[in-house]
Nanobody
């Protein structure tokens, strides 16, 4: 079973930056896609950013130009660099990996942006 451990969340002022990390327990080169989702209280879980095995990326419109997803195959880790953070970015951020029909989730890391 694949295990994912997120880290890097915390409390930051608006305009600040955070870098989230997702350490995966197995080689990530076999995953077709690695993603970050977020879920604010009382809201649905939304896809924030995705990176494919080929390196293609997709972003939620509201984070384009501010967030960057990347992957380090040697470290089996996917990152989410978040700049110019806004209060509306406050949520629990989850890492997700997909291989075929299998999808695995991390436990989430809280990001709180104060105004």
């Amino acid at each position: 079973q694949v295990q994912l451990v997120e880290s890097g969340g915390g409390l930051v002022q608006a305009g600040g930056s955070l870098r989230l990390s997702c350490a995966v327990s197995t080689s990530i080169v076999s995953f077709s896609a690695m993603s970050w989702y977020r879920q604010a209280p009382g809201k649905q879980r939304d896809l924030v950013a995705m990176i494919t095995l080929g390196g293609n990326t997709n972003y939620l419109d509201s984070v384009k130009g501010r967030f960057t997803i990347s992957r380090d195959n040697a470290k089996n880790t996917v990152y989410l660099q978040m700049n110019s953070l806004k209060p509306e970015d406050t949520a629990v951020y989850y890492c997700n990996v997909k291989r075929g029909s299998t999808s695995s989730w991390g436990q989430g890391t809280q990001v709180t942006v104060s105004s």
